[in-house]
T-cell receptor
Framework: GAGVSQSPSNKVTEKGKDVELRCDPI?????LYWYRQSLGQGLEFLIYFQGNSAPDKSGLPSDRFSAERTGGSVSTLTIQRTQQEDSAVYLCASSPQGGRHDTQYFGPGTRLTVL | AQSVSQHNHHVILSEAASLELGCNYS??????LFWYVQYPGQHLQLLLK??????LVKGIKGFEAEFIKSKFSFNLRKPSVQWSDTAEYFCAVNIMIYNQGGKLIFGQGTELSVKP
């Protein structure tokens, strides 16, 4: 079946602009995760959704970052007033239930470059 | 704070050599352990996982890993690597916190280059 998809695959923006990154999880997966992969920081957890609610936002690096999920499916990660340090690959993952024995399946990522 | 440490940043091997990539984690509670692989130009894929039971787990493409609880380790092994194993390998720990899902904590990754 279809895997996790993300769009756009690449995004170049100017410092100070807002960007939106989209994630389509595997159909039927209730749990959705956002991670960031950057040089020097590796892979970092950002936020976790169970359905439309976000019980764990502990990884969001600042209040410029926000995310929402609608209909228990598509999620959007928004970065306001982008900074150069936001340049990274943003990865989305989904899992069936978010439970203890779940495996997370990753999308291809969105490469964000802030000039 | 919980963390995962991968000892090797870049490993270079010749085909048919044996591979062992180290992974240690710091967390005193129950963990689930994973190895993910990222081939050039592709997304992260699950290689193998450990939840409970036999501490020696086998994954795809001939990989295996051993969970040693006393050493907080989950090392990845393959007896004979192939050029197609060239990729970046990530060890990850899933720490379950009640009602907060199972976020993955990743190691820094190990880049494996296999020379034909």
């Amino acid at each position: 079946g279809a895997g996790v998809s993300q769009s756009p695959s690449n995004k170049v923006t100017e410092k100070g602009k807002d960007v939106e990154l989209r994630c389509d999880p595997i159909s039927g997966h209730t749990a959705l995760y956002w991670y960031r992969q950057s040089l020097g920081q590796g892979l970092e957890f950002l936020i976790y959704f169970q359905g439309n609610s976000a019980p764990d936002k502990s990884g969001l690096p600042s209040d410029r970052f926000s995310a929402e999920r609608t209909g228990g499916s598509v999620s959007t990660l928004t970065i306001q007033r982008t900074q150069q340090e936001d340049s990274a690959v943003y990865l989305c993952a989904s899992s069936p239930q978010g439970g203890r024995h779940d495996t997370q399946y990753f999308g291809p990522g969105t490469r964000l470059t802030v000039l | 704070a919980q963390s995962v440490s991968q000892h090797n940043h870049h490993v270079i091997l010749s085909e048919a050599a044996s591979l062992e990539l180290g992974c240690n984690y710091s967390y005193g509670g129950t963990v689930n352990l994973f190895w993910y692989v990222q081939y050039p130009g592709q997304h992260l894929q699950l290689l193998l996982k450990y939840f409970s039971g036999d501490p020696l787990v086998k994954g795809i493409k001939g990989f295996e890993a051993e969970f040693i609880k006393s050493k907080f380790s989950f090392n990845l092994r393959k007896p004979s690597v192939q050029w197609s194993d060239t990729a970046e390998y990530f060890c990850a720990v899933n720490i379950m916190i009640y009602n907060q899902g199972g976020k993955l904590i990743f190691g820094q990754g190990t880049e494996l280059s296999v020379k034909p």
